[in-house]
């Protein structure tokens, strides 16, 4: 963990070069052995998980069923959000967050240290920025970037498709500013959407903490985030929300009592099942010190909050302490300074298994923490009320930046962890686990490597899960030799259901990528076949180069494809293999430059996904279409260049 105010580290800036080639790196280091799977055990300390004395058992503790009152509540309050009942939502959320003794803020109080909610204006907006080359486009020209996130706009959503880009400024003598861009053209150009600061130089972004996410109730489209800042007295977050469809934004100080400070915040929401009631949910680490015995100690947590009313004028935070004192649940006091728990959360509909709707959390101690606390902690709460059950991955080797995702959406319980392990000190791999049923037993999850090379895998690792996706996720992360952290790449993996080879691990950025403040973030374009996209600083921190997007990791752009000649002629050809299962090539060839559209069709003639709408240069194409989400059937998929157009039929047989 990295925070301004406590050091400043200087770069010696290369010189970027703009064209790169894409490695796939797929040799393991011949004198490495894999190391055996983790093991899974459920907690068995009651109420309170405490990371530096583990209680754990292959038998998970009788659960404590919470009362026949806010069973019914719980009950309630589903059916009136599903029923769009938003008076007898109210009403019984009040009941239930009493029952919980829930602590309920208001932005902008006295108990918010006096700080009102910053109003931010969304008319900044300024013309398309980007150049000529499809693999590497600047987002913003402009230097010293100190976090930097993405996320787009699924399927069912205004601009579906639609990829954003959120990234943070730093100056030394001034306020530091937020940034939104958005792309839609596949991360080709993009324009500034808008921005904000705080107004006073005492505030200031944390490097490498910040996340965006898509929500619609119906009718807007917004877009959430967390950042944290270092503030005069201490660090806390900042939540803010832009609606897109109507073009307002707010921003709030998040500063729950007694909580000492906060960091590594996340952010999820419920939206893949609900609409107009979603809700939205953060997770925060906290760290609070305490003096025995002369020396000064840390004890440090988790902070949960469920945003009931996001889409509220002004929204209330309602922060519930289901571990007690403790916070979430998993817990340690004695730390040294400079001992950090990296934080995640998300949500998933339990269909076929409980049917509960379930917030999940994600605890990993950095290195450690002197106590050997390698696992990877999990802590869940069905309901958003009640007790919370845990179980933790144990780890032998150190562990940390730990990152997780589910899928999300109807009976869809695919999830995934990441996090860096440590091989040999100065060889760390991506780690991975996989569970496919929730993830909520001690057999749910299966141990993998996205990288286990000779490399130095580093930085700070991100994943982005396709929602409703049939266990597909991305992830982006640093790598180096394994003698420096100094020079990495920035790599991108994506998971196709079995294996990483959606792409295989490809070096994205060329050498020089920021590994300590905007590092690398995973995203994505919807359509299959050639989806990758990540996000990044070249030499993060002051004296940067700007950020940039990254793309096209599969087809390239700009050349021929297929061979050396331009076409004379026009034309889409046969897929192969066809009929097909799940994965098929789309060829065509197009003699001028110029706007190339290919649209899938269903047997009603209804869209269902946009393969490719960017401009192309005269040549001949291929696209990887991967139908890995959509239902057997026949489809259509027509291409549209200038005035030409043609239309063929495909079969997927799964």
């Known amino acids: 963990m990295n925070h301004k105010h406590i050091f400043k580290v200087s770069f010696l800036v290369s010189v970027f070069v703009i064209g790169f080639t894409m490695i796939q790196q797929h040799v393991i280091s011949q004198d490495k052995v894999m190391t055996p799977p983790s093991k899974n055990y459920y907690s068995i300390s009651p109420k ?258 469920d945003v009931q009313n996001p889409f509220a004028a002004t929204p209330t935070f309602t922060f519930l302490n289901p571990g007690g004192q403790a916070g979430f649940y998993w817990a340690g006091g004695g730390f040294a300074a400079g001992v950090y728990f990296s934080s995640d959360i998300s949500y998933y509909a339990d269909q076929g298994g409980t049917g509960n709707n379930r917030i999940m959390v994600l605890l990993n101690v950095n290195n450690g923490g002197g106590y050997g606390d390698y696992s990877m902690y999990l802590s869940w709460l069905d309901n958003y009320a009640g007790t919370v059950t845990a179980l933790a991955l144990t780890e032998t080797a150190a562990t940390r930046n730990g990152r997780f995702a589910f899928n999300g959406g109807t009976a869809n319980r695919n999830g995934m962890i990441i996090y860096l392990r440590d091989f040999s000190g100065a060889d760390w791999d991506l780690a991975c686990q996989n569970t496919t049923t929730g993830g909520t037993t001690t057999g749910a999850w299966t141990m993998g490597y996205v990288d286990f090379t000779g490399y130095h895998a580093g930085g700070y690792p991100t994943i982005n899960a396709f929602r409703g996706g049939a266990n597909t996720f991305r992830v982006a992360y640093c790598s180096d030799s394994a003698s420096t952290s100094a020079g990495g790449r920035g790599m991108y993996a994506g998971w196709n259901g079995s294996s990483w080879s959606s792409p295989s691990r490809l070096d994205v950025t060329g050498a020089g990528v920021d590994s300590t403040y905007a590092c690398i973030d995973a995203g994505f374009k919807l359509g299959g076949g050639d989806d990758g996209l990540s996000v990044y600083s070249k030499t993060g921190g002051t004296g940067a180069l700007g950020i940039f997007s990254s793309n096209n990791y599969l087809t390239t752009t700009g050349i021929q494809v297929n061979n050396n000649e331009i076409p004379r002629t026009y034309a889409l050809e046969q897929n192969y293999p066809n009929p097909f299962n799940p994965t098929t090539d789309i060829k065509f060839s197009i003699p001028n430059t110029g706007l190339v559209k290919l649209v899938l069709y269903d047997i009603l003639g209804r869209e269902v996904r946009t393969m490719l709408n960017e401009t192309k240069q005269a040549g001949n194409y291929t696209i990887s279409f991967d139908a890995s989400t959509l239902s057997s059937g026949v489809y259509f998929y027509k291409l549209t260049s200038g005035n030409f157009t043609d239309v063929k039929k495909m079969s997927l047989v799964k």
């Open 48 to 305: 309170t998980g405490d990371v530096t004395h583990p209680q754990f058992s292959e038998t998970p503790m009788t659960k404590v069923e919470v009362s026949p009152k806010m069973q019914d509540l719980e009950r309630k309050i589903d059916a009136a959000r599903l029923n769009n009942d938003v008076t007898s939502k109210e009403q019984y959320e009040n009941e239930l967050n009493q029952l919980q003794g829930a602590t309920r803020i208001t932005p902008g109080m006295s108990n918010q240290a006096g700080l009102a909610p910053i109003i931010i204006n969304m008319n900044y907006k300024k013309n398309n920025q980007g150049n000529n080359d499809y693999n590497v486009n600047p987002v913003n020209n402009g230097s010293d970037p100190w976090s930097v996130a993405t996320c787009t706009n699924p399927t069912g959503f205004p601009n579906a498709g639609r990829i954003w880009c959120a990234y943070t400024g730093f100056s030394s003598t001034a306020t530091d500013t937020f940034h939104l861009a958005y792309s839609d053209n596949g991360g080709a150009t993009w324009t500034l959407y808008t921005t904000f600061n705080f107004g006073s130089n005492n505030y200031k972004f944390r490097s490498s903490e910040l996340e965006i996410i898509p929500v619609y109730d119906g009718t807007n489209a917004y877009i959430f985030g967390v950042a944290n800042i270092n503030a005069p007295s201490n660090p806390y977050t900042v939540w803010f929300r832009y609606n897109i469809t109507g073009n307002t934004g707010v921003a709030y100080y998040m500063i729950p009592a007694g909580q000492g400070f906060t960091y590594s915040t996340r952010i999820a929401t419920d939206n893949s099942i609900y609409s107009s009631n979603s809700y939205v949910f953060t997770i925060s680490s906290f760290d609070s010190s305490y003096v025995s015995g002369g020396s000064t100690y840390h004890y440090i947590g988790q902070k949960f909050c």
